[in-house]
């Protein structure tokens, strides 16, 4: 079964200081990955995804995130964060069966300090 | 921009009664999603629908749910007796296709069931 780790359950940062946020996975093949973003009463928004090809991917908002087999990991990195980029982080794996269903990760809450 | 809409954006209830969520997918996806976040832990796949069938559904997802695409526009969750721990936030999604097409996220239902 597939599955998803954010070790991280919050991370404070400064404005205009550097962020990574780390994924684990595990899944018995190449999987989907993606990244979500949730402001405070907002739904999920995409960030990113990784699906095949180049390893690091661009995303929206300034944001990156290196897929890693060998470590099955998927981290997001942002080199200079804004007060908007506060919010809950959530890394994803989708499945390549029918149901498509998308399997979550814990979430990493971003505080920005002034 | 297209978006996912859900309403009510919270529906408060009695423990034994039933509640109906509402979403309306994007128009031209075909793919749709329910999911739930219980307070402070994660956001789990229920079930996903295409060609008005079920597709794939959780364990989570028993006898007491139900979902439908009454019309040519709205997806609907029912709950028929709803529980304490039925509690939580309720996201619906929509995809144009699988694997690693991206869902999109309505900005939720929160359900309180008292």
């Known amino acids: 079964a597939q599955s998803v780790t954010q070790p991280d359950i919050h991370i404070t940062v400064s404005e205009g200081a550097s962020l990574e946020l780390r994924c684990n996975y595990s899944y018995g093949a190449t999987p989907y990955l993606f990244w979500y973003v949730q402001s405070p009463g907002q739904g999920l928004q995409l960030l990113l995804k990784?699906?095949?090809?180049?390893?690091l991917v661009q995303g929206i908002k300034g944001f990156e995130a290196e897929f890693k087999r060998s470590q099955s990991s998927f981290n997001l990195r942002k080199p200079s964060v804004h007060w908007s980029d506060a919010a809950e982080y959530f890394c994803a794996v989708g499945a390549k069966a029918a149901g498509n269903k998308l399997t979550f990760g814990g979430g990493t809450r971003v505080l920005v300090k002034p | 921009e297209p978006e996912v809409t859900q309403t009510p954006s919270h529906q408060v209830t009695q423990m034994g009664q039933e509640v109906i969520l509402r979403c309306v997918p994007i128009s031209n996806h075909l793919y749709f999603y329910w999911y739930r976040q219980i307070l402070g832990q994660k956001v789990e796949f229920l079930v996903s629908?295409?060609?008005?069938?079920?597709?794939?559904k959780s364990e989570i997802f028993d006898d007491q749910f139900s979902v439908e695409r009454p019309d040519g526009s709205n997806f609907t969750l029912k709950i028929r007796s709803t529980k304490l721990e039925d509690s939580a936030m309720y996201f619906c999604?929509?995809?144009?296709?699988?694997?690693?097409?991206?869902?999109?996220f309505g900005p939720g239902t929160r359900l309180t069931v008292t």
């Open positions: 629908f295409y060609n008005n069938e079920i597709s794939e």
């Open positions: 990784y699906f095949s090809g180049d390893t």
């Open positions: 999604a929509s995809s144009v296709g699988t694997g690693n097409h991206e869902q999109y």
